[in-house]
């Protein structure tokens, strides 16, 4: 099947400084590098868009008209998202800091809609995921056709494009035995509502091909906690759609969160959670940089 190619080079999601209504745009950039500041741009009054019309990102289409970005939001909204495969374990750093060996197969859990989250939203805590809160910084994949038995040279004309994601984890619901049970768990651990922040721009995939030599970086508090290279992943991404679509349909608007690098906070040593407001940034070279601030929520 052909590539179906977004009528985009980058997009956002975004409320006007006019309007109450929720739009897409693709901004307008001086440089890409400006990416990274997106969110200091739409603050200042100084992030302006060419506006798209669609239902979702992948229908939006020009309308000819220019914006001002009044708020910077996520590039999607969680109730288009039918469901998000999450890759375990897949940068080799990380996969050697936990001591295990290097996969044959990728290993593969889910998050719900209702986990995702807009960049800049306060991420809920429940009161019983409080204890061991970690972070993830992670690419993300959207499908732009449903795919099912893709074979690995065709898998990136599935790709519609690329975002910036923050696997938010409870560890303990996640490995201790009294919680998990006898074996880890990942899905409950990590399926809790706002758990899957994502922006804030998507990035099609005819710009940034198979997205295989991008810098990453998780820093909590100003602190470098993550920094990595796309390049060590274990599974790239056309093996992960291909992988993932057999047998079953990857639907059209599905995401792929492709694993995360060394460095998160269960492996520090000793090993360093999250606290009520720490805020998290995850910046990905060539797609821009998510923030988020993590709250507790109240009994």
Request: proline share 7%; hydrophobic share 35%.
């Amino acid at each position: 099947m052909p590539s179906i190619r977004p009528a985009w080079d980058r997009l956002v999601r975004f409320v006007p400084r006019d309007s109450q209504h929720i739009r897409y745009g693709e901004p307008i950039l001086a440089d890409p590098a400006e990416l990274n500041n997106l969110d200091e741009l739409a603050d200042g009054g100084k992030l302006k868009v060419k506006v798209l019309d669609g239902e979702t990102p992948l229908a939006a289409t020009p309308t000819g008209e220019i914006a001002t970005v009044g708020k910077l939001l996520g590039p999607l909204d969680g109730r288009t998202v039918p469901i998000i495969r999450c890759i375990g374990l897949n940068y080799k750093t990380h996969i050697l800091e936990t001591g295990r060996s290097l996969p044959s197969c990728p290993t593969i859990f889910t998050k719900p809609g209702p986990s995702v989250a807009d960049h800049g939203e306060d991420i809920p805590i429940p009161v019983i995921a409080q204890g061991q809160c970690d972070y993830e910084g992670e690419l993300v994949v959207l499908i732009s056709q449903d795919a099912k038995n893709v074979s690995e040279s065709e898998a990136l004309d599935y790709v519609a494009g690329y975002t910036v994601g923050n696997d938010v984890s409870a560890r303990d619901w996640q490995r201790e035995a009294e919680k998990a049970g006898p074996v880890p768990q990942w899905t409950f651990s990590k399926s809790f509502d706002k758990y899957a922040p994502l922006g804030p721009c998507l990035v099609a995939a005819h710009v940034l091909g198979d997205a295989n030599n991008l810098s990453l970086r998780t820093i909590v508090n100003g602190d470098v906690r993550q920094s990595a290279n796309t390049s060590d992943l274990c599974f790239s991404v056309a093996r992960l759609v291909a992988f993932c679509s057999q047998g079953q349909t990857l639907q059209k608007g599905s995401l792929i969160m492709t694993g995360t690098p060394g460095g998160v906070g269960l492996f520090m040593k000793p090993p360093v959670f999250l606290q009520d407001g720490d805020e998290v940034v995850v910046e990905i070279e060539n797609i821009g940089r998510l923030r988020n601030r993590v709250v507790f929520e109240k009994d």
